[in-house]
């Protein structure tokens, strides 16, 4: 009986630090990025989306033509999505895109 109250509370115990681990790590909230590319007039949009709102997981979606997709998403590394769709802008600007990350202010 011992042995099952010890491996009762060490559960419980272990439970709460990894809860707060989570926290300290991944717990940051994420706000959403978003760049709008225009060419003549087509539109494109590449969105950085936080699903819990915290930096992970997060995953990159491109719109295009009234179309959706996931290109990159990642679980475990914070930053990934965000970098993926700073260099994927930066591609289209390549093209010839014109390319802007909107702000909060910028795109209401």
Known sequence: MK???LLASLLVTTSVYANDAVMAVGGDVAEPQ???CQLA????VIEVRYPQGTSLPCEVVYQKQ???QV???ALNTEGYCADKAAVFADLQRSWGWNCQLMTDT???
């Open 3 to 5: 042995s099952l109250t």
């Open 34 to 36: 978003r760049y709008q």
């Open 41 to 44: 007039s087509d539109q494109r």
């Open 66 to 68: 009234g179309e959706s």
């Open 71 to 73: 290109l990159w998403s």
């Open 106 to 108: 910028a795109s209401e």
